[in-house]
């Protein structure tokens, strides 16, 4: 239900900005020019709101479609503004839109605080949570309904106590705010737990509960939930730990329960217990490894939600759920294990989520959806080639069934069987056609030789999405070209097709994906105004693309050697993605004047890029190379100016290359930012005019095993991060790394470089360093770990065979937080200048064979939380003084040979392993 997310700054408005979104909201136009009797009060409530969009937008909300000035004076003349704040700290304009709300929406808007904050929500399993508390009740139809709780979650929109998520349109959020208005009007009755509750309060009142614990040994922090028998709903949130005592134990005595939600918890058995919860509605066990339900499930006869999404490990469904005549959500979704739907599924005439229907055998036939009229949004039949008699598949109704908006028809990816009959195959997908509201269709594994005549006919006017995937015997496309709201196109292994129609016309398509169609020789459709993405996977006889894209945006050619042009007028393109074709297919690219992204993977012929005709493209910012086997280099000098635009440079595997630019003065875009190589094997050296790239902020060479030395001139002072790793030839860090020149480097990673690396004695590191790895360095090398660090944060010590104590003497760096030390063959202590790191929060100590001491006056205890020593064979005994270590929160020592003594653990321990 729930997705973090980052909480956002309540940015203060001017008076005019305020006013325009108050007007925005409470009239639907930027001013009050024509509502003048309104205008004198709308300033007037304007002012009340301070200048913040939130007060701003729920006023706007309150008064929307409000044209009675006595509506708005009520609102500026009300007491709310006056009010004292009572120590709750809630806005008085965001108190007075929740006072004007309606009953009903005032109950589903208190509900809402037990959601937590900086997190998005799912608005459907609201809505369900709504209708399990039975908030949703509709007098006219006289029965609950999610319709009516959709209508009450816009009617809270509107009024902007929800907003949608920027990230994920299905998605919403409340603002801190806003939850904080929910958590004071329902103080009483909902309540939301962070690991531990006070335990000098009172609970018996509280009726809704939510709560995440981080961890793992907690039950201690829930004993006050017992004290609760009148809760009404339970939701453990994602990724919580709990005590298994809470499912056996807590959970069957809540019996006033109607949700409860145990999702991500890592159990596999639900006890039978669960059977007695009388009252409950709504029951998720999404993303847990549970393999069966219990039988008494079918005792859960109120049961109207069971969600089982991504229970990976589910075997089957109880026979007896068939009797749960109230159930209308069942969520399957992701349910690999899952080999057959229950016995008389069809009972349940009041489903409305089926995402998933299996065909099995005997009792278990497609003829069992039927009567499961009420079906909405997704269902996915699999294993089709267990439908025996025709007829069934005609009885499934699907004509009927026009709640059904996405449609997947999919058999066994199985050809080989003797049991597979194209023939029968072909009359079972032309009984299966779906209602003409249906917007989606994939057709997977299909064995027959033609599609049905009712795939691509004009009736289906909502079709905005078809996917053809793995039907080997098809040849002949169907005439989609009849679909004419169509958006995306997708036909993958489709093995026999020779040609795409090219004369059907597409015209609201946008995206259009092909993939592994070998025999492909054709021309593609020309007609697509509105294409936006085009992906060709895997189709190497194929030599065209299509002429005229003047709305493509993203293009994306893998694996087809025999394509050598792109088409002209690119205008519009901004990622380009070419894998596995030859260079000439680069002639046009220049006309891609909107280019922003390339990239060029396995390209034959490739030499360097300006005699492949794209030094033009003057808006590049992002360009990636690899395994281009003939590479020499990238450009000439005198192509620099060409790339001004050029923020992101990656070369990866690339063996031939010598050198980045063909040139003396080696000059590399001056705009660059981040600069990645890996596994040039012939790189010898890096351009001269590195240093003069003032904007470069990361820098990355891994795996160039010919690579000597850095330009003489050093690296540029903007470098923030610098990585460093397997580069063998390597025989000294870079100037302005020594020496402590870079002001502004922050991590350096120097890892699987020569032992033999020259330090200066005296050598320092930039103190501006905040995360620090290093490996195979000599106790000269490491002596710069003594010299000023002071911002050092982490640090990493890794195969450094001369260190055999650590630190040696006292080690400057107050800030660090985490340490750790591993295949350090020699190390034998830990000394007592281990207590100058007083921020230490993280120490590991990894696979050092001879490490036996911890220091005599213990290890830094005042912050400390995670300690862990693995494969430590030497290791006899844990620090002293371990019971001091307050904070200690995680210990976990594995494969070494030391005792835990009795009473020598830390109080606040929340998890520790012994192995």
Same mark, same amino acid.
């Not at 007609?527 to 936006?532: D, M, N, R, T, V």
């Not at 501006?768 to 090398?781: E, M, R």
């Given at each position: 239900?729930?997705?973090?997310?980052? *909480?956002?700054?309540?940015?203060?408005?001017?008076?005019?900005?305020?006013?325009y979104?108050?007007?925005?909201?409470?009239?639907?136009?930027?001013?009050?020019?024509?509502?003048?009797?309104?205008?004198?009060?709308?300033?007037?409530?304007?002012?009340?709101?301070?200048?913040?969009?939130? *007060?701003?937008?729920?006023?706007?909300?309150l008064?929307?479609?409000?044209?009675?000035?006595?509506?708005?004076?009520?609102?500026?003349?009300?007491?709310?503004w006056?009010?004292?704040?009572?120590?709750?700290?809630?806005l008085?304009?965001?108190?007075?839109?929740?006072?004007?709300? +309606?009953?009903h929406?005032?109950?589903?808007?208190?509900?809402?605080?037990?959601?937590?904050?900086?997190?998005?929500?799912?608005?459907?399993?609201?809505?369900?949570?709504?209708?399990a508390?039975?908030? @949703?009740?509709?007098?006219?139809?006289?029965?609950?309904?999610?319709?009516?709780?959709?209508?009450?979650?816009d009617?809270?929109?509107?009024r902007?106590?929800?907003?949608?998520?920027?990230?994920?349109?299905?998605?919403?959020?409340?603002h801190d705010?806003?939850?904080?208005?929910?958590?004071f009007?329902?103080?009483?009755?909902?309540?939301?737990?962070?690991?531990k509750?006070?335990?000098?309060?009172?609970?018996?009142?509280?009726?809704?509960l939510?709560?995440?614990l981080?961890?793992?040994?907690?039950?201690?922090?829930?004993?006050?939930?017992?004290?609760?028998?009148?809760?009404?709903?339970?939701?453990?949130?994602?990724?919580?730990?709990?005590?298994?005592?809470?499912?056996?134990?807590?959970?069957?005595?809540?019996q006033?329960?109607?949700?409860?939600?145990l999702?991500?918890?890592?159990?596999?058995?639900?006890?039978?217990?669960?059977?007695?919860?009388?009252?409950?509605?709504?029951?998720?066990?999404?993303?847990?490894?549970?393999?069966r339900?219990?039988?008494?499930?079918?005792?859960l006869?109120?049961?109207?939600?069971?969600?089982?999404?991504?229970?990976?490990?589910l075997?089957?469904?109880?026979?007896?759920?068939?009797?749960?005549?109230?159930?209308?959500?069942?969520?399957?979704?992701?349910?690999?294990?899952?080999?057959?739907?229950?016995?008389?599924?069809?009972?349940?005439?009041?489903?409305?989520?089926?995402?998933?229907?299996?065909?099995?055998?005997?009792?278990?036939?497609?003829?069992?959806?039927?009567?499961?009229?009420?079906l909405?949004?997704?269902?996915h039949?699999?294993?089709?080639?267990?439908?025996?008699?025709?007829?069934d598949?005609?009885?499934?109704?699907?004509k009927?069934?026009?709640?059904?908006?996405?449609?997947?028809? %999919?058999?066994?990816?199985?050809?080989?069987?003797?049991?597979?009959?194209?023939?029968?195959?072909?009359? $079972?997908?032309?009984s299966?056609? +779906?209602?003409?509201? #249906?917007?989606?269709?994939?057709?997977?594994?299909?064995?027959g030789?033609?599609?049905?005549l009712?795939?691509?006919?004009?009736?289906?006017?909502?079709?905005?999405?078809?996917?053809?995937?793995?039907?080997?015997q098809?040849?002949?496309?169907?005439?989609?070209g009849?679909?004419?709201?169509?958006?995306?196109?997708?036909?993958?292994?489709?093995?026999?097709?020779?040609?795409?129609?090219?004369?059907?016309?597409?015209?609201?398509?946008?995206?259009?994906?092909?993939?592994?169609?070998?025999?492909? $020789?054709?021309?593609?459709?020309?007609?697509l105004?509105?294409?936006?993405?085009?992906?060709?996977?895997g189709?190497?006889?194929?030599?065209?693309?299509?002429?005229?894209?003047?709305?493509?945006?993203?293009l994306? $050619?893998?694996?087809?050697?025999q394509?050598?042009?792109?088409?002209?007028?690119?205008?519009?393109?901004?990622?380009?993605?070419i894998?596995?074709?030859?260079?000439?297919?680069?002639?046009?690219?220049?006309?891609?004047?909107?280019?922003?992204t390339?990239?060029?993977?396995?390209?034959?012929?490739?030499?360097?890029?300006?005699?492949a005709?794209?030094?033009?493209?003057?808006a590049? %910012?992002?360009?990636?190379?690899?395994?281009?086997?003939?590479?020499?280099?990238?450009?000439?000098?005198?192509t620099?100016?060409?790339?001004?635009? #050029?923020?992101?440079?990656?070369?990866? %595997?690339?063996?031939?290359?010598?050198?980045?630019?063909?040139?003396?003065?080696g000059?590399l875009p001056?705009?660059?930012?981040?600069?990645?190589?890996?596994?040039?094997?012939?790189?010898?050296?890096? +351009?001269s005019?590195?240093?003069?790239?003032?904007?470069?902020?990361?820098?990355?060479?891994?795996?160039?095993?010919?690579?000597?030395?850095?330009? *003489?001139?050093?690296?540029?002072?903007?470098?923030?991060?610098?990585?460093?790793?397997?580069?063998?030839? #390597?025989?000294?860090?870079?100037?302005?790394?020594?020496?402590?020149k870079?002001?502004?480097?922050e991590?350096?990673?120097?890892?699987?470089?020569?032992?033999?690396?020259?330090?200066?004695?005296?050598?320092?590191?930039?103190?501006?360093?905040?995360?620090?790895a290093?490996?195979?360095?000599?106790?000269?090398?490491?002596?710069s770990?003594?010299?000023?660090?002071?911002?050092?944060?982490? #640090?990493?010590?890794?195969?450094?065979?001369?260190l055999?104590?650590?630190?040696?003497?006292?080690?400057?760096? +107050?800030?660090?937080?985490?340490?750790?030390i591993?295949?350090?063959?020699?190390?034998?202590s830990?000394?007592?200048h281990?207590?100058?790191?007083?921020?230490?929060?993280?120490?590991q100590?990894?696979?050092?064979? %001879?490490?036996?001491?911890?220091?005599?006056?213990?290890?830094?205890?005042?912050?400390?939380v995670?300690?862990?020593?693995?494969?430590?064979e030497n290791?006899?005994?844990?620090?002293?003084?371990?019971?001091?270590?307050?904070?200690?929160?995680?210990?976990?020592?594995?494969?070494?040979?030391?005792?835990?003594?009795?009473?020598?653990?830390?109080p606040? @321990?929340?998890?520790?392993?012994?192995?």
């Amino acid at each position: 239900m729930m997705g973090t997310t980052p *909480a956002y700054p309540l940015k203060e408005l001017s008076y005019n900005e305020c006013l325009y979104v108050f007007a925005q909201h409470a009239l639907g136009t930027r001013s009050f020019d024509e509502h003048f009797e309104l205008k004198e009060m709308g300033e007037e409530i304007v002012k009340r709101c301070g200048g913040l969009p939130l *007060a701003a937008k729920a006023l706007g909300g309150l008064l929307r479609g409000k044209r009675n000035p006595n509506a708005w004076k009520e609102v500026l003349k009300s007491e709310i503004w006056d009010l004292p704040d009572e120590k709750s700290n809630i806005l008085p304009a965001l108190r007075l839109s929740y006072l004007h709300l +309606p009953p009903h929406l005032k109950r589903c808007f208190g509900y809402c605080a037990i959601l937590p904050k900086d997190r998005e929500f799912d608005r459907n399993k609201l809505v369900l949570l709504w209708m399990a508390e039975g908030f @949703l009740y509709d007098p006219k139809k006289m029965e609950e309904t999610e319709g009516l709780g959709h209508q009450y979650f816009d009617d809270l929109l509107s009024r902007s106590f929800f907003q949608q998520s920027n990230d994920n349109k299905s998605y919403y959020i409340m603002h801190d705010l806003i939850i904080d208005l929910a958590r004071f009007v329902s103080r009483e009755t909902c309540l939301h737990m962070v690991d531990k509750l006070e335990s000098a309060k009172s609970y018996t009142k509280i009726r809704h509960l939510s709560f995440i614990l981080h961890d793992r040994n907690t039950f201690q922090s829930l004993q006050s939930f017992y004290e609760m028998k009148s809760l009404r709903t339970f939701l453990s949130l994602n990724y919580t730990y709990l005590s298994s005592k809470v499912v056996h134990d807590l959970v069957p005595k809540l019996q006033c329960l109607r949700a409860l939600s145990l999702t991500s918890y890592d159990f596999q058995v639900l006890p039978d217990s669960i059977g007695a919860l009388k009252h409950l509605r709504y029951l998720d066990l999404s993303y847990t490894p549970i393999k069966r339900l219990p039988n008494s499930v079918d005792k859960l006869f109120n049961l109207q939600t069971l969600m089982l999404r991504h229970c990976v490990e589910l075997i089957e469904l109880p026979r007896g759920i068939c009797n749960l005549l109230n159930l209308r959500y069942l969520d399957i979704t992701g349910t690999s294990s899952l080999q057959e739907m229950p016995p008389h599924i069809g009972n349940l005439t009041g489903l409305c989520m089926l995402p998933k229907f299996i065909v099995g055998k005997c009792n278990r036939r497609i003829t069992e959806l039927k009567k499961l009229s009420n079906l909405q949004g997704q269902l996915h039949i699999t294993s089709l080639e267990n439908v025996v008699d025709i007829g069934d598949a005609d009885s499934a109704n699907l004509k009927h069934k026009l709640g059904v908006t996405e449609l997947v028809l %999919q058999w066994t990816n199985e050809f080989s069987s003797v049991f597979r009959n194209s023939s029968d195959e072909e009359q $079972v997908l032309n009984s299966l056609r +779906p209602h003409q509201s #249906l917007s989606s269709l994939s057709i997977r594994s299909f064995g027959g030789r033609q599609f049905p005549l009712w795939l691509g006919d004009a009736s289906f006017t909502s079709m905005v999405q078809v996917e053809l995937s793995t039907c080997p015997q098809i040849t002949l496309l169907p005439p989609l070209g009849r679909l004419h709201l169509l958006k995306r196109l997708t036909i993958e292994r489709l093995t026999a097709v020779k040609e795409v129609d090219s004369v059907a016309k597409f015209p609201k398509l946008r995206e259009f994906r092909i993939r592994y169609c070998p025999k492909l $020789v054709g021309k593609l459709p020309t007609s697509l105004p509105s294409l936006e993405e085009l992906s060709i996977f895997g189709c190497p006889r194929l030599v065209d693309l299509p002429k005229g894209l003047p709305s493509l945006k993203e293009l994306h $050619v893998l694996n087809c050697p025999q394509l050598v042009d792109l088409p002209e007028g690119l205008q519009s393109l901004i990622t380009l993605s070419i894998i596995g074709s030859q260079e000439a297919v680069l002639r046009n690219v220049s006309y891609a004047t909107s280019l922003t992204t390339l990239e060029i993977a396995g390209m034959s012929g490739l030499v360097r890029l300006d005699e492949a005709k794209i030094k033009t493209l003057g808006a590049l %910012q992002v360009l990636e190379i690899r395994n281009c086997g003939e590479l020499r280099y990238l450009w000439a000098d005198e192509t620099n100016s060409d790339y001004l635009s #050029l923020k992101d440079l990656k070369i990866h %595997q690339c063996n031939q290359l010598v050198s980045l630019v063909n040139g003396e003065e080696g000059l590399l875009p001056c705009n660059l930012e981040s600069l990645n190589i890996s596994q040039c094997r012939y790189l010898e050296e890096l +351009p001269s005019g590195l240093s003069n790239l003032k904007s470069l902020q990361y820098l990355s060479i891994h795996s160039c095993a010919s690579l000597v030395s850095f330009p *003489a001139r050093g690296l540029p002072d903007s470098l923030i991060t610098v990585n460093i790793e397997i580069c063998r030839s #390597l025989a000294f860090l870079p100037e302005g790394i020594i020496g402590g020149k870079m002001s502004h480097l922050e991590e350096l990673y120097y890892i699987g470089c020569p032992p033999s690396l020259r330090f200066s004695p005296n050598g320092r590191l930039p103190d501006s360093l905040k995360i620090l790895a290093v490996d195979y360095w000599t106790t000269q090398s490491l002596n710069s770990l003594y010299y000023g660090l002071s911002h050092l944060t982490q #640090l990493r010590i890794d195969n450094c065979l001369e260190l055999e104590s650590f630190p040696e003497r006292e080690l400057p760096i +107050p800030t660090l937080i985490s340490l750790k030390i591993s295949y350090c063959g020699r190390l034998r202590s830990l000394t007592n200048h281990m207590q100058d790191l007083q921020c230490l929060q993280s120490l590991q100590i990894c696979c050092c064979d %001879q490490f036996e001491l911890f220091p005599e006056m213990g290890l830094p205890n005042p912050k400390l939380v995670s300690l862990k020593i693995m494969f430590c064979e030497n290791l006899r005994s844990l620090p002293s003084q371990m019971q001091n270590l307050t904070s200690l929160r995680y210990l976990e020592i594995s494969n070494c040979r030391v005792s835990f003594p009795e009473g020598c653990l830390p109080p606040n @321990l929340a998890e520790h392993s012994y192995v």
